[in-house]
């Protein structure tokens, strides 16, 4: 089973940026796409980015050129850049890592954003 730890959360002003990072570990086996969902206060979970074992990515047009999502196959790590952040972009952020036993979920990452 796969152990998933995020870390890089916190308060923010409008405007600033923030890290997130999720470490994959356990048993693994081989690590598929990687991707970052958030779910705000009174809202669904709703995907971010994601990002395949080959590069491609994707992103939720509402952090289309503010977001950047990024992996480190060596380290079975998965980043998300955060610029220009809003006072919106506040909600608890979680990773999810697909792998050859199937995905697993972070266990989420406050992130917010005072104006």
């Known amino acids: 089973q796969v152990q998933l730890v995020e870390s890089g959360g916190g308060l923010v002003q409008a405007g600033g940026s923030l890290r997130l990072s999720c470490a994959a570990s356990?048993?693994?086996?081989?690590?598929?796409?990687m991707g970052w969902y958030r779910q705000g206060p009174g809202k669904q979970r709703e995907l971010v980015a994601r990002?395949?074992?080959?590069?491609?990515?994707n992103y939720a047009d509402s952090v289309k050129g503010r977001f950047t999502i990024s992996r480190d196959n060596a380290k079975n790590t998965v980043y998300l850049e955060m610029n220009s952040l809003r006072p919106e972009d506040t909600a608890v952020y979680y990773c999810?890592?697909?792998?050859?036993w199937g995905a697993g979920w972070g266990q989420g990452t406050q992130v917010t954003v005072s104006s």
């Open positions: 999810i890592v697909a792998t050859t």
């Open positions: 356990g048993d693994i086996g081989s690590i598929f796409n």
């Open positions: 990002i395949t074992n080959s590069g491609t990515t």
